[in-house]
């Protein structure tokens, strides 16, 4: 199975998935587009979320950086006037000192991402592959009445207050998917006829992925099933709804279905939730609201009964 992930919501769905599948049957695709670099070091959010809840440690109340992590490297460097942009936890700093070492030496973002789940105790049987080895090559940028936006200006600094005009990838033109993802796709194993969607942004989570050269064709070619990120007409979480809005489509699970369209078999939803008949996509009921693990591990019990 493959899985496109981005954001906070897929990884809350991988801790599920991760106790319900086999760890080789777990092969994710992970946005890279809402990377930046940080007091001299490249900070993967959309990555680091995947490590953090596969590993066990992320913080489950904001669902990203490590549970308990200690700020005295952010605070000391306020002190001495330099302000990041992005509150960061020391042992999640070590994260990006080592990420960023490896690529200064030559490495790829894929190598890196492969050690680092090593570190974290993840078995190299679940695939980890950043949607791109080259980063900082595409950025989300947000187009607002005070100009464009960094997504993660937008989201932390700016508290994801301003109106949105429009979302757009800067840069996603001349970026190929890596080698891994690229493989993954074009594959023709019974392990890889399946794409899960999680239930991430589909504007700036997923979007970026499914924007690289040649991804949405070979997406054409599989069976694609996407979980909703929206229940009635309000995101679960994040600034979906004002992206959606700015890119044309309803914030609902119709709109969601609209996002993917031109690739979507599957649709799960909310059980409380109404869809259009007569639209060329199967729609799937269920509880999708993601609290626990215990919330987790029963949507992926719905999920491998559909796949």
């Known amino acids: 199975m493959i899985i496109l992930s981005g954001g906070t919501g897929t990884p809350k769905l991988l801790v599920g998935l991760k106790r319900v599948f086999k760890e080789e ?14 007091s001299g070091n490249l900070v993967c959010p959309d990555i680091d979320s ?12 904001k669902w990203w950086g490590i549970r308990d992590d200690s700020f005295y490297t952010h605070t000391a460097l306020k002190k001495l006037n330099h302000d990041e942009s992005m509150m960061l936890g020391d042992r999640d700093r070590a ?8 690529i200064r030496h030559g490495k790829r973002l894929t190598d890196a991402t492969a050690l ?39 989201w932390v600094a700016k508290k994801g207050e301003p109106e949105v005009l429009d979302v757009f990838f800067d840069g996603i033109e001349e970026v190929k998917p890596s080698e891994e993802v690229m493989n993954v796709l074009s594959s023709e194993s019974e392990s890889e006829e399946v794409v899960l969607i ?11 992925i499914l924007n690289l050269g040649g991804v949405r064709e070979m997406l054409k070619r599989k069976k694609v ?5 929206i229940v009635g007409n309000e995101p679960v979480s994040g600034p979906a709804g004002k992206f ?12 969601v279905f609209k996002c993917y369209e031109d690739s979507l078999d599957v649709l799960v939803i909310d ?20 609290k626990n693990g215990g919330d987790s591990e029963k949507l992926a019990m719905f999920l491998k009964k559909i796949l």
């Open 225 to 229: 099933v996407a979980v909703s990120p």
């Open 25 to 38: 049957e777990l092969k994710i695709i992970v946005n890279t587009a809402e990377d930046v670099r940080i």
């Open 116 to 154: 680092l789940a090593r570190n974290f105790g993840i078995t190299a049987k679940i695939k980890i592959l950043p949607m791109t080895d080259d980063p900082g090559a595409v950025s989300t940028k947000i187009l607002t009445p005070e100009g464009k936006l960094h997504f993660q200006d937008f």
């Open 198 to 208: 999680g239930p991430s942004n589909p504007i700036t989570s997923i979007g970026p």
């Open 50 to 61: 995947v490590i953090y809840a596969l590993a066990g440690v992320i913080d489950e109340e």
């Open 95 to 102: 994260t990006h000192i080592i990420r960023s070492e490896m």
């Open 271 to 290: 059980e409380g939730d109404e869809f259009p008949a007569g639209k060329e996509v199967e729609v799937l009921k269920t509880d999708i609201i993601i």
């Open 244 to 255: 959606m809005r700015a890119k044309g489509f309803d914030v609902s699970p119709y709109g």
